[in-house]
């Protein structure tokens, strides 16, 4: 069956074309749309940033993303604006532009010929968003254009302006999704429920499953991989649930980290201002979190700040499901305890109660969109003036994410004060060996896991000071 999306409105088929091309490769070489560009092909650089239009309740909501990981069937059913969808109509020889292209113009706001269709995409989405107009909302809805090296200042300047959005009529009508999508031996499945996806998945255990690609994507734009069997779970329903309750915040599998963000915020703000930190929307738009746990990264950012919050994993196959405490998720160096035709379902995370607080830090070279040295996350349960319990778990510091279990021990029943807290710092280093790589050497991240949970406690005791680098 034929793929099916939209692309400034145009209708597009697609029966003949390898599943593993990027929608960015389709862009450039089979429909000549040339307006987005490729600059680093994984994630990083915003040239290539498209925009996904949705219908809501209400209206329509634009999503920006990198069209350099995203494959073509991710996009079936999908409505796709480019960036020679805004601005294209012309009047006397003169180009009528949106207001975001205006501004810019105006303003002298400018990058390289590479940077720049890019830039208007993100921003035109930012426009569009119930984001308010904030320096720091600019500075985030930049973030994923990361180059800086001719005219930023101005472009902030011109994003400044007034906001006026004028809404491109892409969407015309629902389209259908396809359940299969073959080519020349290569198969993309997209199922739509959790029976379906566990009967395939059991039938072709070595396929790879694809969430939102963010980190599988650089194996097909990046290293050119022509992977025979690939498994969506993105359409599937029961994967896309968020569910709240007194006692827990439930994740399934195929939630993005722009959909979980506002639960995040409001449960677990320092978790959410993490989260924030994970690449750039055009990532965050499309990116799982249990994509991430999926990874089983040592740097992945979410993953300390899970097992320091006790949060619990729902597996699936076609043989039922069980559940499995995240810490135990990780057996070694990217290898989970995941068996052949089972998958993430959900992660649960348990609702902090009122003797406990919750704390994440990110160590990066860059604020923005950059991965961790060090990861730092921290849970703490009072009984009074005293520690009940603590959990303490770092990213980057061992081959998987894991606790500090033997300072835990020191300090449960101890008074929470400054010179308990310094004893225990100085030695939580003791209990990992980090390596050095280019990101940061092993003597430095034992130095910031200890002043990490220093300012743990400094955060803690004077909340109204929170030791920020930025002001948020
Ligand atoms: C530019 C850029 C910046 C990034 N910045 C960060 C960052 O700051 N911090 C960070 O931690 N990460 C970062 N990442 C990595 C990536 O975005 C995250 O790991 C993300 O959470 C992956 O989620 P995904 O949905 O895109 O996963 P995918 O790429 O789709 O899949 C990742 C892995 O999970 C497996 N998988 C997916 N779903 C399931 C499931 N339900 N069950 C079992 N296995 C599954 C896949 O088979 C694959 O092995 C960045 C990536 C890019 C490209
Ligand atoms: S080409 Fe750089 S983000 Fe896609
Ligand atoms: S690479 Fe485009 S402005 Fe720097």
């Known amino acids: 069956m034929a793929l099916q999306f939209t692309i400034n409105g145009v209708s597009q088929f697609i029966e003949t074309i390898s599943p593993t091309v990027t929608l960015l490769d389709y862009l450039r070489e089979h429909i000549s749309l040339k307006g987005t560009k490729e600059g680093?092909?994984?994630?990083?650089?915003?040239?290539?940033?498209?925009?996904?239009?949705e219908r809501t309740k209400r209206d329509t909501k634009y999503r920006a993303i990198n069209s350099c990981l995203l494959l073509l069937p991710q996009v079936d059913g999908k409505h796709l604006l480019t960036?020679?969808?805004?601005?294209?109509?012309?009047?006397?020889?003169r180009a009528?532009?949106?207001?975001?292209?205006?501004?810019m113009v105006d303003g002298d706001g400018t990058q390289c010929g590479f940077c720049t269709p890019g830039i208007i995409?993100?921003?035109?989405?930012?426009?569009?968003?119930?984001?308010?107009?904030?320096?720091?909302?600019?500075?985030?809805?930049?973030?994923?254009?990361?180059?800086?090296?001719?005219g930023y200042r101005s472009i902030v300047d011109a994003a400044r302006q007034e906001r006026v959005f004028t809404e491109k009529k892409v969407i015309s009508e629902n389209l259908s999704t396809v359940a299969e999508y073959s080519h020349e031996g290569q198969r993309f499945f997209k199922p739509k429920t959790l029976k379906e996806i566990s009967k395939i998945y059991s039938t072709y255990p070595s396929s790879t499953l694809l969430a939102g690609g963010t980190d599988l994507g650089l194996s097909f734009s990046k290293d050119r991989q022509v992977t025979q069997t690939i498994i969506f779970t993105g359409d599937v329903k029961?994967?896309?649930?968020?569910e709240e309750t007194n006692k827990a915040l439930t994740i399934g599998s195929a939630v993005t980290y722009s959909e979980i963000l506002p639960y995040l915020?409001?449960?677990?703000?320092?978790?959410a201002n993490l989260v924030t930190r994970i690449g750039s929307d055009q990532i965050r738009n499309v990116g799982t979190i249990c994509g991430n746990i999926a990874t089983a990264s040592p740097i992945g950012d979410t993953?300390?700040?899970?097992?320091?919050?006790?949060?619990?994993l729902k597996i699936c196959s076609n043989n039922g499901e069980r559940k499995v405490d995240i810490e135990d998720f990780f057996i070694s160096y990217r290898k989970t305890?995941?068996?052949?035709?089972?998958?993430?379902?959900?992660?649960?995370?348990?609702?902090?109660?009122?003797?406990q607080k919750f704390r994440a830090y990110k160590v990066s070279k860059r604020y923005d969109q950059d991965i961790s040295a060090v990861i730092g996350a921290f849970l703490i349960e009072f009984n009074q003036e005293r520690v009940a319990k603590t959990i303490i778990a770092f990213g980057g510091m061992d081959s998987t994410p894991r606790r500090a279990l033997h300072s835990e021990k020191q300090l449960t029943g101890e008074t929470w004060t400054e010179e308990n807290i310094n004893k225990v710092s100085e030695k939580i280093s003791e209990e990992f060996k980090p390596i050095s790589d280019l990101r940061a050497s092993s003597t430095y991240r034992s130095q910031v896991a200890g002043n990490l949970f220093k300012r743990f406690y400094f955060d803690l005791v004077d909340s109204n000071k929170p030791n920020q680098v930025v002001d948020l």
């Open 337 to 355: 305890n995941l068996k052949k035709g089972e998958f993430i379902k959900s992660v649960s995370i348990p609702k902090l109660n009122a003797t």
């Open 238 to 242: 029961e994967l896309g649930i968020i």
């Open 265 to 271: 915020d409001k449960l677990f703000p320092s978790f």
């Open 96 to 103: 009528i532009l949106e207001p975001i292209q205006k501004s």
């Open 121 to 150: 995409m993100s921003l035109y989405a930012f426009y569009n968003s119930s984001k308010i107009q904030t320096d720091k909302n600019i500075h985030d809805a930049l973030a994923g254009n990361l180059c800086r090296c001719t």
């Open 83 to 93: 960036v020679e969808g805004l601005g294209c109509k012309f009047e006397n020889r």
């Open 40 to 53: 680093c092909a994984e994630g990083d650089c915003g040239a290539c940033t498209v925009i996904i239009a």
């Open 303 to 312: 993953l300390p700040c899970l097992i320091a919050l006790n949060s619990q």
